[in-house]
């Protein structure tokens, strides 16, 4: 039992010490290839140089038939130089023998990489709707082996897809390497470059960058339709704006929106009141009736591929002459007739005379129209306002509520003065009463108003001497009233149809009251007349006492000489 595992023992010892000797036989000496560039284009040059650490060495360099280089060579190494490498299968096999190590052939093999600089990115459109789906495809340059190729999408700098084949391929295949990148076009996209790398896989996470080709993106939003905001009716030969709105646009600054009317476009304004809306404004005149085609048309002018968007509308246009009223002046008494008219209307016409909110005539028609309504002329009228009005109800009333169109007119009756009256003020303050008392040296201000068409002009008539007295167009005032002051001030207002006065009687305490020489005057002749009329009064009775029993005799005589009786 023992003999048998001490066997085993020693087996495995031989066993270990022959393995150990035929590695080191045929690690004894190395073979290295160097190559430079470690990639080559096609048409382009590379050096290769095959060494070996054997002192005394059959070296043996061999390269797919046709391929032949420029050489130079040592004891140990070859270097050979292509100035123009015109083969996709670029493969260098270096062979060794040894001859001082007795040893078995060895050789090493290195497979270059070819490639050339041809990259395409299919075309996109001129420019991308925002949240629609696109592709970037990529199409690399031709490289053998094809996985050597990595194709790299990048947004800015930044990695957003990578993609390489997984098979070497053959050399005579021109099979071209694909990547291509899916996403949805976004506002952040526009004026974004996106590039597609091609690199060359060197091994030990090694790339070299052979290639690359960028694009950049537009992009654009243009989601609605313009839209026409005011589709009332119009008036015929009255300029009105027309005012169409673009939402949700970008780039605004863009965006191109424009009026046409039967094909000719008109002058219009844009403007931008946000950051995505367009506006187009366009003064308009309507010079004939019925429904008149306007159209709003929006475009990118720089983006001839995004088709333009149009809104169309019929505006109904019509004649409307603006309604007048008549209302002659009128002395007060007349009668007056205030007229209300419409010349000229393309609809229904319903025609009104108001005075405030009551109806006075009203009338109906589809041409024009007269109504009117008969008042007299009285003070209290003046200045009383009528209103003519008009309503129109056109074609299509879903879109717009009846026309309204008014004209206030005002009534002026001719009238005398009427109403005066007077304001006191006595230190300021205002006072009442007839007559009115002041004290010596107090200040008294007198202002007269009157109503009456034409307005009355006002005149003072001031009963005093004194001085110090200011009038003016409404009032009389004295500044420091002394007894010369008092007596009856009367204020009289005139015009070309008759007067109107009022008076007030100023006293001044604490003196005898002075009365007027024209009133004396005028007391005495009254006086007089009185007298004069009692006493032809009295004589007129006397005399008709004695005829009252006889015509020929008074009754006294008779009284006194009887009738006696024979």
Known sequence: MMDSRLFLTAACIWIFTLLFAVSATETEFEISIDVNPEAVEFGGSIDMNCSTTCPDPTVVVEYKSGINPNRTKGRTWYYDYFS??????????????????????????????????????????????????YSLQCIGPRVYPNNKLILTWLRGSEIVQRNSAENQGLPDEDNRLRNVFNFTASLSDDGQEYTCLAEVDLGSNTTMSITNSSVTLQTYSFMDQPRILDKRPKEVKQEVILTCEVSDVYPVEK???????????????????????????????????????????????????????????????????????????????????????????????????????????????????????????????????????????????????????????????????????????????????????????????????????????????????GNNIEIGPRFLRIPYITSEHQGIYICRATNQYGSDE?????????????????????????????????????????????????????????????????
């Open 84 to 133: 123009l490498v015109q083969e996709w299968d670029f493969t260098l096999v270096c062979s060794v023998i040894c001859k001082s190590k007795n040893s078995k052939p060895k050789e090493k093999k290195m497979l270059v990489t070819v490639y050339n600089r041809e990259i395409n990115i299919t075309s996109l459109p001129e420019v991308l709707e925002v949240n629609r789906r």
């Open 255 to 465: 965006m191109r929106v424009r009026w046409f009317q039967d094909g000719e476009e008109l002058n219009s304004v844009t403007t931008r009141p946000n950051s995505n809306t367009v506006q187009s404004t366009a003064a308009w005149t309507p010079q004939e009736t019925g429904l008149i085609e306007v159209v709003c048309m929006a475009d990118f002018e720089k983006y001839p591929s995004v088709p333009s968007k149009n809104h169309t509308v019929f505006i109904e246009v019509y004649v409307f002459s603006s309604p007048e009223i008549q209302i002659p002046t009128s002395h007060e008494g007349n009668l007056v007739n205030i007229t209300c008219h419409v010349l000229n209307v393309s609809g229904d016409l319903e025609l009104k005379l108001k005075k405030e909110n009551d109806i006075l005539a009203k009338g109906s028609s589809s041409t024009g129209l007269t109504i009117s309504h008969t008042v007299q002329a009285q003070a209290k009228l003046d200045g009383q306002q009528f209103i003519c009005e008009a309503e129109l109800k056109l074609q299509d009333q879903s879109i717009a509520s009846p026309v309204i169109k008014q004209q206030v007119g005002t009534l002026h009756v001719l009238y005398k003065p009427r109403d005066t009256f007077m304001t006191i003020s006595v230190n300021n303050k205002t006072v009442s009463g007839f007559p009115v008392e002041v004290t010596k040296a107090d200040e008294i201000t007198l202002s007269c108003m009157s109503d009456g068409r034409p307005s009355p002009v006002l005149e003072w008539v001031n009963p005093s001497n």
């Open 502 to 566: 009022k008076d007030v009687d100023i006293r001044v305490k604490g003196t005898r009251y002075r009365v007027s020489p024209i009133i004396c005057v005028t007391i005495g002749i009254a006086i007089g007349l009185i007298i004069t009329l009692i006493n032809k009064f009295s004589t007129a009775n006397r005399s008709g006492s004695y005829n009252v029993c006889d015509r020929n005799q008074p009754v006294g005589d008779r009284s006194m000489n009887p009738i006696r009786d024979n």
